[in-house]
């Protein structure tokens, strides 16, 4: 159950608890500015209600929990755990109000999404430069250089065509002539 109240000057206060953990954050509005402090705070499950009081330099929230009594103290934006039990009985108690909903808290609070895992690298491409990783390769136009992969022995030197059509070099394998489609005698 997440609770606040409010401070003056613009400034909130809220408490949950997540766990043992008690969660104590500052939000502050003033001077058209948002300010947010927080402090996750190791306390053990609350067994009752928290109090929050107004002292000379601050605010105290009491905390009681199984296992013990916790004393946050505020001043200005900084949230501590106080020591020793500090002296409560003149101060005013501040009327927290409970929230229904978590979705009242600061999107502060909401909890953190899981991260998504590392989509595979892509290769890059630009213009006719085209990379990747594993293997590490580079392709730029018809020239490629490739890493961390063994490297295929040279190929025999291919017996040089020519269209016959056309004139433009040809594989020997080639059926057709890549630059005019003139069927190619073998
Ligand atoms: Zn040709």
């Given at each position: 159950m997440a609770y606040q109240c409010?401070?003056?000057?613009?400034?909130?206060?809220?408490?949950?608890?997540?766990?043992?953990?008690?969660?104590?954050?500052?939000s502050s509005s003033g001077g058209?500015?948002?300010?947010?402090?927080?402090?996750?705070i190791q306390t053990g499950s609350w067994t009752t209600d928290p109090e929050v009081f107004r002292v000379a330099n601050g605010v105290i929230v009491k905390l009681k929990t199984a296992q013990g009594e916790y004393f946050v103290q505020i001043q200005g934006s900084s949230i501590g755990v106080l020591s020793s039990v500090p002296a409560l009985d003149n101060a005013q108690q501040i009327q927290m109000q409970q929230l229904d909903s978590p979705s009242q808290m600061p999107p502060m609070m909401s909890p953190i999404e899981p991260m998504q895992p590392m989509q595979p690298m892509k290769p890059m491409q630009m213009g006719n430069m085209q990379m990747s990783l594993k293997?590490?390769?580079?392709?730029?136009?018809?020239?490629?250089?490739?890493?961390?992969?063994?490297?295929a022995p040279?190929?025999?030197?291919?017996?040089?065509q020519f269209c016959s059509q056309c004139g433009v070099a040809v594989q020997s394998a080639d059926r057709f002539c890549s630059s005019c489609g003139h069927q190619l005698d073998t």
């Open positions: 409010e401070l003056g000057n613009g400034q909130h206060l809220f408490l949950d608890q997540s766990g043992t953990q008690t969660l104590v954050m500052l058209g500015q948002q300010q947010q402090a927080t402090q996750s293997p590490m390769a580079m392709k730029m136009g018809d020239m490629s250089m490739q890493m961390g992969v063994p490297t040279p190929a025999p030197p291919a017996t040089r």
